[in-house]
């Protein structure tokens, strides 16, 4: 990858004009491996400063500067990967990726950021969907940076076996087992227009508190899993059965109680932001299949929901 040469005096930095074109890019692999915009937002920062750390003739030596800053990123990620397993393992309740808006209503990633235009952040395709990310989760490392980087980022293993520090014939296996985990996560082949009704049903019955209606839009084995961080009252662990999830959702009066329910997308899939006085304090992604609910996600950990507006 890297190519030495001698550097002419009058040739300019080519990693100026490659982190500006990259840095989505990076935004892009970061979050899909860490499913955190503010961890995924300082990966980037890091990637950036490994670069400037090198001297001028090093940095003109690096034939393809994207290449190289997609490299040192997902090193970076591989190495975070192993040390969240430990965070994750100390964390209060269920973890559950940051929730991502439509492009349309990004807004500061926490408080006293800069906003970002929105083509600089994430691209909303079926890889950043909720049940992806959650099965992403439950994948080792470098199942995990393999598979992102082959499937969804399309580096050749050659390329992907530099990243993760095996041989290409290791990194095929790795995605391989990660590409059987995901098949269940695959997006309902149901239209977008059909998904969104679900959602909707569903919160008319929640705000109604009509248990048998939201007992009806839930499948038998529907799980709603509640992610509130310890900061936050969520359910300590996920409620399983589409009845206990129902009396669930109906024991909090939602509306009713103040909280306002909008239809949002959500990770690119219809989803709910719940407002309290214009403050987002929950936000909900659901997984559909043939017009039932199978899981729900609810975020309310006020840490993963810094980059959703007030309304």
Not at 12 to 25: C, H, K, M, T, W
Not at 77 to 104: H, K, M, N, Q
Not at 109 to 133: H, K, N, Q, Y
């Amino acid at each position: 990858m890297n190519h030495p040469s001698e550097p002419g005096h009058d040739r300019p930095d080519p990693g100026l004009s490659a982190i500006v074109r990259e840095r989505r890019q990076l935004t892009n692999l970061a979050y899909r491996l860490l499913g955190s915009l503010a961890d995924a937002e300082d990966v980037v920062q890091e990637t950036h400063a490994r670069w400037y750390a090198l001297s001028p003739r090093q940095r003109q030596a690096i034939d393809a500067p994207g290449a190289w800053l997609m490299t040192v990123a997902g090193r970076i990620c591989l190495d975070l990967l192993a040390s969240a397993r430990v965070r994750r393992e100390r964390y209060v309740g269920e973890w559950i990726p940051e929730p991502l808006p439509d492009r349309t209503e990004w807004t500061s990633v926490g408080p006293g950021a800069e906003s970002v235009d929105p083509a600089d952040r994430i691209t909303l395709d079926e890889s950043v969907s909720m049940a992806f990310l959650v099965v992403l989760e439950a994948m080792t490392p470098a199942e995990r940076v393999a598979f992102v980087l082959h499937d969804v980022f399309r580096y050749p293993f050659a390329e992907v076996a530099e990243i993760v520090g095996r041989s290409p014939a290791a990194c095929r296996q790795l995605a391989s087992s990660a590409r059987r985990r995901l098949r269940s996560t695959r997006p309902d082949p149901d239209s977008a227009a059909r998904r969104a009704g679900v959602v909707r049903a569903f919160k008319q019955a929640w705000e109604a508190q009509d248990i048998d209606a939201l007992i009806a839009l839930l499948a038998p084995d529907a799980t709603a899993t509640g992610d509130g961080g310890g900061l936050v009252t969520a359910a300590r662990h996920p409620v399983e059965g589409a009845e206990q999830v129902a009396r669930f959702f109906a024991d909090r009066p939602g509306a009713a109680s103040g909280v306002r329910l909008a239809e949002r997308t959500v990770n690119g899939q219809p989803g709910l932001v719940a407002r309290l006085g214009g403050v987002t304090v929950s936000v909900m992604a659901f997984d559909i299949t043939d017009g039932r609910i199978d899981h729900i996600w609810a975020v309310l950990n006020p840490d993963k929901l810094h980059s959703w507006p007030a309304g």
